[in-house]
């Protein structure tokens, strides 16, 4: 199975390179916190699943925060803490722990080894979509995996070798390779190119929800794209350069900003 290049689109995504200055978040208007200043410090991963954010502290426990901030541990202390990846997939939380994909029931927190021991070591993008969880290895090779655990590669191997972000939105893969925005159709088995070739050099983060792309600058600017590929900047030149986290969910932008949880109006 081989990639068919397609059309670009010739949309130009121009991201320009700037010095960051302090964080203007104060002076952004239509934003709120959630919760206390610093609840958020010690977050290491954060995913969004049936109107909660989910979130694993750096000592492998489990949270559930709900829209006004209030949160709740879910399972055993520290019950997370080997976990490499987080992914909200069909009512459930997996995991990638020690090289190992697991599954968790968010209501209960039980869990479940899915596949087997060790089979995802080497796994460096995770991502939902389309019944399936699809995922990158180091060498660039691509693969889905059913609920079952069952994968198979799609695509040559080392087909997205260059990947530096990974996301999934609209049925297609979205990739930034050496700068470069790509958008790929796995069952139709084509990819097309989206930016100019090194117009996303400075993209630090990459997010996906609700049919919207967001990408993080390095200036911390922040801009959002449809799934035709057309950018729009929210806000001013900056105003994300305290931003360490950044997810979306129920139609809002929530942002980590200093170990705070901030959330658009």
Wanted: overall charge negative; hydrophobic content about 35%; charged content about 20%.
């Amino acid at each position: 199975m081989r990639f068919r290049k397609v059309g670009a689109t010739g949309v130009a995504v121009c991201l320009l390179a700037l010095i960051a200055g302090p964080s203007v978040f104060g002076q952004r208007s239509g934003w709120r916190q959630v919760g206390n200043a610093g609840d958020w410090q010690n977050t290491v991963a954060i995913t969004a699943m049936g109107g909660y954010i989910w979130s694993i502290e750096s000592d492998g426990t489990l949270y559930r925060t709900g829209r006004g901030g209030n949160f709740e541990q879910v399972g055993p202390q520290g019950a997370f803490e080997d976990v490499a990846m987080l992914e909200a997939f069909d009512g459930h939380l997996y995991t990638v722990m020690g090289g190992t994909l697991y599954r968790t029931n968010p209501a209960s927190g039980r869990w479940k080894q899915i596949g087997d021991r060790g089979d995802w070591e080497g796994t460096v993008a995770l991502a939902s979509m389309n019944g399936y969880l699809w995922s990158i290895e180091a060498d660039g090779t691509l693969y889905r995996t059913s609920r079952a655990g069952e994968y198979e590669q799609i695509g040559p191997e080392g087909a997205f070798s260059e990947v530096e972000l990974f996301a999934a939105m609209g049925g297609r893969l979205w990739t930034v390779e050496r700068g470069t925005l790509y958008a790929t159709d796995p069952e139709e088995e084509t990819w097309r190119q989206i930016s100019k070739k090194g117009a996303w050099r400075q993209t630090k983060g990459l997010a996906a929800s609700g049919g919207i792309l967001w990408s993080l600058q390095e200036d911390g600017t922040l801009y959002k794209i449809d799934r035709s590929g057309t950018p729009t900047r929210v806000g001013r030149t900056g105003d994300y350069a305290a931003t360490e986290m950044l997810i979306s969910f129920d139609g809002k932008l929530f942002t980590v900003e200093n170990g705070t949880l901030y959330v658009s109006r």
